[in-house]
């Protein structure tokens, strides 16, 4: 599976942006989706995710309230907006697709996000 983020940039606090993930083909039916980021200096950490369907969706403590993930399955597609971004969102945000039980584990590149206060 290839994952292709997009939409990343620089922001004022305050403001908004959409990320965008294109996929190709997931040929495992069941699979969780998910934004993660990465700060300088520290851990990769989970922003959101979502099920294969979109029925089910969860979020960092740090985002719930400002950010909201989504997914197009028609058009291979998956987004995160995020609004009132704060400083502290800044850092390069990932793409991901796995099996809910471990496995099989796809990242994309990655897209850098800068919110300046």
């Known amino acids: 599976v290839q994952l292709v983020e997009s939409g990343g940039g620089l922001v004022q606090a305050g403001g908004s942006l959409r990320l965008s993930c294109t996929f190709s083909?997931?040929?495992?039916?069941?699979?969780?989706m998910g934004w993660y980021r990465q700060a300088p200096g520290k851990q990769r950490e989970l922003v959101a995710a979502?099920?294969?369907?979109?029925?089910?969706?969860s979020y960092a403590d740090s985002v719930k309230g400002r950010f909201t993930i989504s997914r197009d399955n028609a058009k291979n597609m998956m987004y995160l907006q995020m609004n009132s971004l704060k400083p502290e969102d800044t850092a390069v945000y990932y793409c991901?697709?796995?099996?809910?039980?471990?496995?099989?584990?796809?990242w994309g590149q990655g897209t850098q996000v800068t919110v300046s206060s």
């Open positions: 991901n697709v796995r099996t809910p039980w471990g496995g099989l584990d796809y």
């Open positions: 083909e997931i040929t495992f039916s069941i699979n969780v």
């Open positions: 979502i099920t294969s369907g979109g029925g089910s969706t």
